[in-house]
């Protein structure tokens, strides 16, 4: 019998190509739509057995934030997620917001359909193979020069660097501005831009974000 199931993806080729694939292996397709800022909505209202959730960048902030959501409103949605090759946070990740499964966008239709059925099934979907690449990983950690909190950091210039660190030692607008001698005015600026260019809505998520990544610690 068929699986009832959504999917949604940045890509929307990507996602009605995987649709027609499933649909011509007997499952029951309800949409495949592109907006991921959407996309909790959409599951929620059409409340499938399984979404597959495919995301570009596991790593971003915020990436999984759909999937809480649908699992809060609809916990008896089974989310596959559908991404790159993720470091073992990525994962972590998918899972700690509720994810049932991870699959890699490059799998065979038949790991797709696999992943599916285990996770209408209640059960964790995760390829052995990236499994076994996810615990390489933590068993045997790299240095990576693009981690989270190096890319954070190089999307700020070095004045935003300086008020992202005053930010975290919770200096006001006030302090900063007398720190660094420039008007309050374009301290808030400054606030603001350092809060857009990380993705978060307060100055504590920033402080917190900073602290998560590690990004006040890169050179």
Do not use: N
């Amino acid at each position: 019998m068929g699986v009832r199931l959504m999917v949604v993806d940045d890509h929307r080729l990507h996602a009605e190509a995987l649709a027609s694939a499933l649909k011509l292996r007997g499952h029951r397709v309800l949409a495949a739509a592109a907006p991921a800022a959407g996309a909790a909505e959409l599951v929620i209202g059409r409340a499938p057995e399984v979404c597959l959730l495919g995301t570009a960048e596991p790593a971003r902030p915020g990436a999984f934030d759909p999937v809480e959501r649908i699992k809060r409103e609809r916990p008896q949605v089974a989310v596959v997620v559908l991404g790159p090759v993720p470091s073992p946070r990525g994962i972590a990740a998918a899972f700690a917001a509720g994810a049932s499964g991870y699959v890699r966008h490059d799998e065979r239709i038949e790991g797709v359909e696999r992943a599916i059925v285990k996770a209408r099934a209640g059960e964790a979907a995760v390829a052995p193979g990236l499994l076994q690449g996810a615990f390489h990983e933590l068993l045997h950690p790299v240095a990576e020069p693009d981690d989270e909190g190096r890319r954070l950091l190089s999307a700020l210039t070095p004045r935003e660097a300086e008020v992202l660190v005053r930010v975290a030692e919770g200096e006001d607008t006030r302090l900063i501005a007398q720190g660094m001698g420039i008007a309050p005015s374009t301290a808030r600026t400054h606030v603001q831009r350092v809060l857009m260019k990380l993705g978060v809505g307060s100055r504590l998520e920033a402080a917190a974000l900073a602290a998560r990544t590690g990004l006040l610690d890169q050179p």
